[in-house]
């Protein structure tokens, strides 16, 4: 065997494989490949997967303001799509007023800027709420202020909130470590999250508690081993603070998500996604003691890779994009996303994002991929990878259990010191030229390879105009009741309450996203950029 050819998580990888390939033939649980939709799920979460309808198709869209947000899900929604995940600006997300001066130059840079409920009611005009399958929102730090906001709009419009299924993401815990939008230490963060998975469980049955995000690992750079270790020790820390207030692990269970990425490296794609769901099952039943199916077989949600892409011969991405998205495909996801072929330039354009929704609907309508579950199950190749990959998974997971979990590691910069580790090597792969990045590294094209429709340029008045519109709402708000709200708000936090129904009423009192998070900073404290907690 040439030692040289690995997958991206150095896995070897044989000439060919064979029945002794397989796992130990004793044991009944990985000798046997089994059937969709039976424990451990290796092979799909239902017993039919996409043969009789599609998974849930996607499209991730922001821009600066509500109003083009707005016309943009419009658009989305007439071309087909069935779930809305709105982009979020960095200052929102970090709990930020448009008015800020730390949000100067960044306001609806990168997504839609939301201050108050007004902001949302602006973004969801037009819009029936009840047509919408999925409501996703990218909100972690500050997903008890998204969940008010989805919340209060829902009964403005008189809309039973349990009606909605609402999607946050609602790890803050990877903040911490990957994407840096956060805004509370770890322990208040796992606390905050927590109180959203609490509140969703009591009174919005049909919404996802918590998505487990492993795609952010994988984007600052690990492997796909570390990506599905790092997810499932972050979930291990939700599920113990959850169980430890008493919910229920068979009635919370099939709420919850993975949200993973959908790399290059196709078959190691496919077996890491059959991997995820196997280990997971066997998590929930062995360490969590479920006895429900439902809670054991893991909804996957997939986001194609942003980090594969790139702004030399951007239209290659449209080849990188639909590769990986086949593979989520066959490796058994519920939901998909399909990055735009311009993202590694800007926000996506109307045209690219069309494209992005076009390749899930051929795949789907056109290739016959969807026509039965798993159908590399059974493969010497993808079952052997499967195994090698589930090894590798649980080695990482000791090393964080041997530091005293999810949370321990994160405070003393394990996963940090992890994640810079494996993100030099890639670096220093593609560099060597050892993994090659067509058009990047390797068969550049001095004119650069195509051209590109239109990228997004962000409105150089939008900014002036959200801060405006910020300025209107606050003066037309009842600034006693606001008062009022936010007081409530710290009072909550301070006694350890679910903050979610404090948070509700400041959102329906216009408070804006930046003055309830301070009251929540007023207790809880803010986390520091200093790698270690």
Not at 97 to 103: G, L, P
Request: charged share 25%; with cysteine; hydrophobic share 40%.
């Amino acid at each position: 065997m040439n030692p040289s050819i690995l997958t991206h998580s150095g896995i070897p990888v044989k000439p060919y494989y064979g029945p002794d390939d397989m796992a130990d033939p004793g044991d009944p649980e990985c000798a046997r490949i089994g059937r969709p939709g039976v424990f451990p799920f290796t092979r799909g979460k239902n017993e039919s997967m996409y043969r009789h309808r599609p998974w849930l198709m996607g499209s991730y869209s922001g821009f600066g303001s509500a109003e083009e947000a707005n016309r943009r899900f419009k658009e989305l929604l007439a071309a087909g799509t069935t779930s809305l995940n709105v982009a979020l600006d960095l200052p929102t997300q970090l709990g930020l007023d448009s008015d800020d001066a730390r949000s100067r130059g960044e306001v609806g840079r990168v997504g839609v800027a939301i201050d108050t409920l007004a902001d949302l009611e602006l973004l969801f005009e037009g819009i029936d709420l009840e047509r919408v399958e999925n409501l996703s929102c990218i909100a972690n730090a500050i997903s008890p202020i998204m969940l008010g906001m989805f919340i209060v709009l829902a009964q403005n419009r008189g809309i039973e909130p349990g009606e909605l299924a609402v999607y946050l993401q609602n790890d803050s815990l990877k903040e911490l470590t990957v994407r840096g939008n956060y805004i509370f230490p770890p322990a208040a963060s796992l606390k905050v999250s927590v109180d959203v998975i609490a509140y969703c469980r009591a009174h919005l049955p049909k919404s996802s508690t918590i998505s487990f995000c492993g795609y952010h690992f994988r984007e600052a750079g690990c492997d796909a081993a570390q990506e599905i270790a790092f997810t499932l020790a972050d979930a291990r820390a939700y599920m113990r603070e959850a169980m430890g207030r008493g919910l229920d692990i068979d009635d919370l269970g099939p709420t919850l998500s993975m949200f993973l990425s959908a790399g290059i490296d196709f078959f190691e794609e496919v077996a890491k996604l059959r991997a995820a769901r196997r280990m997971w099952a066997r998590m929930m039943r062995d360490e969590f003691g479920s006895k429900n199916p439902e809670a054991q077989a893991i909804t996957i949600r997939c986001y194609t890779s942003g980090s594969h892409l790139t702004a030399q011969r951007p239209l290659n991405n449209v080849v990188r994009a639909t590769i990986e998205a086949l593979a989520a495909v066959l490796g058994g996801v519920q939901a998909l996303v399909v990055s735009s072929m311009d993202e590694a330039l800007a926000i996506p354009s109307r045209e690219a994002q069309g494209t992005a929704l076009a390749t899930q609907q051929i795949l789907y309508y056109e290739t016959g991929v969807g026509r039965t579950p798993d159908p590399l199950g059974g493969s010497y190749f993808v079952e052997a990878l499967t195994d090698s990959l589930e090894r590798k998974i649980e080695e990482e997971l000791a090393r964080i259990e041997e530091h005293g979990g999810a949370v321990k590691a994160i405070e003393e910069g394990l996963i940090q010191r992890t994640l810079s580790e494996a993100a030099y090597r890639r670096q220093e792969e593609i560099e060597r030229g050892e993994r090659v990045i067509v058009g990047l590294n390797r068969f550049q094209e001095p004119s650069g390879g195509g051209e590109l429709p239109e990228i997004f340029t962000p409105d150089p008045e939008g900014e002036a105009r959200q801060v405006a519109r910020l300025k209107a709402v606050k003066e037309r708000r009842d600034s006693t009741m606001v008062s009022r709200a936010l007081s409530r708000v710290e009072r909550a936090a301070r006694g350890d309450e679910n903050v979610v129904p404090a948070v509700v009423d400041a959102v329906r009192a216009y408070a804006t996203v930046g003055e309830i998070a301070d009251a929540l900073k007023a207790v809880y404290g803010e986390a520091r950029d200093a790698g270690i907690f």
